[in-house]
């Protein structure tokens, strides 16, 4: 690992990239106020148990932390609820992200890729984040939806505001911080929530065959969702949507970019592109961590948590845990069984999995078509998201060839 910290010069908030952690599977700070949690097996029994660990981490916020409900409301984010309302929420957009729906979309995001690489190479150079890793999902989801892709600046310009950020999470930061930092993300959060509120009021009067049409006429218990539900789950539709894809392409060319001969075993066998992909998911797991909060004391591993306590579970230590797996800080797409927690795990595993794969692997097989080899321009430095909770790069120059 030392060889690709140091090639990458990879941010040393991103410890988990940085060779094995030292300490215990769960430990408090008490300079956050947070409980950490590293283990694989103590992951999957936070992600099992609803019941006890609540997604619903508001709940336990300072109250002089959080913003009023008049600024702010996470009504509609499932991410953020818990059953039963979770599961009545959940099934008003599965139905999109079926195995025959989203495979009906492969023709449409093989035509796209080509498009795009098209017209890079015009332009000479090839960024693989710019012209290909971002443009790509977000056009995809952006049509799922029903908001022009033409906008998908407008759309990038929101997300990095929101999630582009290093800031550090705790529950013991001043006030006068949260209310910066709270500051800071509703400009780019009150743009996009007028946005597609102006989208959804139209769908209302015009209705049609999209996501956000259906998210207008849904009805849960016989009633139709508020206005503010529609449009933050239609947030969480757009940014879930294309956010991982991004960062899932370009995490896994940088893996094959640091392991070439894994590299050549792809292009010697595509159909070993999904194996790849998982193992990246794996490797550099997108989204580092969920936050979740006790509803009751509660034992997980060799620590005894108190109820109403907030735990950050990190995802990309637990997928680099030696308990699970042999020799984690290697990228080992023959890993079988991979049961990696990339997309997570129980009754918030993500929605749009089965997308970001299919997006993942027709890209990867095109730009193995397309590439002789992919290689990162040693001219021009890689680049990483500077989020603590993304593993991602948001710059990776690619040499043309």
């Known amino acids: 690992m030392s060889d690709i910290v140091e090639r990458y010069d990879v941010p040393k908030q991103l410890f988990w990239l940085h060779g094995p952690r030292s300490g215990p599977a769960v430990e ?8 950490n949690v590293y283990g694989y097996p103590e992951l999957i029994e936070i992600l099992g148990d609803p019941a006890t660990f609540s997604s619903d981490t508001m709940r336990v916020t300072p109250k002089e932390l959080l913003p009023s409900e008049d600024e702010f409301s996470l009504q509609g984010f499932i991410t953020q609820i818990d059953p039963p309302e979770h599961g009545r929420l959940r099934k008003l957009v599965s139905s999109a992200f079926t195995r025959k729906v989203v495979a009906d979309l492969e023709p ?10 098209d017209a890079a190479r015009e332009r000479g150079r090839f960024e693989l984040v710019t012209d290909l890793a971002y443009p790509l999902p977000v056009i995809v989801i952006a049509e799922l939806l029903g908001v022009p892709s033409s906008d998908r600046a407008l759309f990038k ?11 550090e999470i705790s529950l013991k930061q001043s006030v006068e911080q949260s209310k910066a930092e709270f500051e800071a993300t509703m400009k ?12 959804a009021a139209e769908r209302r009067r015009h209705p049609r065959a999209d996501l956000l049409s259906r998210l207008v006429e849904a009805k849960v218990d016989g009633e139709r969702l ?6 933050n789950f239609a947030i969480l539709l757009l940014l879930a949507g294309h956010i991982t894809t991004t960062m899932l392409l370009g995490n896994t060319v940088l893996c094959l970019d640091a392991f070439p001969e894994q590299q050549d075993k792809v292009r010697a066998d595509r159909s070993s592109i999904p194996a790849v992909i998982e193992e990246s998911l794996r490797f550099m797991t997108p989204f580092a961590l969920l936050g979740r909060s006790t509803t009751r004391e509660t034992r997980l591993g060799d620590a005894t948590i108190p109820a109403d306590q907030m735990l ?5 230590t637990a997928n ?6 042999a020799d984690p800080d290697l990228f080992d797409p023959g890993r079988d069984p ?3 927690l990339g997309f997570g795990r129980g009754i918030h595993f993500c929605l749009g999995a089965p997308l970001a794969r299919l997006e993942g692997r027709i890209a990867l097989d095109i730009l193995l078509d397309r590439f002789a080899t992919l290689r990162t321009d040693p001219e021009e430095a890689v680049q990483f998201i500077p989020s603590p909770s993304l593993t991602g790069v948001r710059r990776l120059p690619l040499i043309q060839g």
Do not use: C, K
């Open 28 to 35: 408090y700070e008490a300079r956050t106020g947070l409980w």
């Open 108 to 117: 449409r995001i093989a035509e796209l890729t080509h498009e795009l690489l």
């Open 157 to 167: 310009e929101w997300a990095d505001g929101l999630f582009e950020r290093d800031a």
């Open 188 to 199: 780019p959060w009150n743009e996009m929530s007028a946005y597609l509120a102006a989208h």
């Open 226 to 231: 508020p206005d503010d539900q529609v449009v």
């Open 312 to 316: 950050v579970a990190w995802l990309s």
């Open 320 to 325: 680099r845990d030696p308990r699970q797996f």
């Open 338 to 340: 991979n049961p990696h």
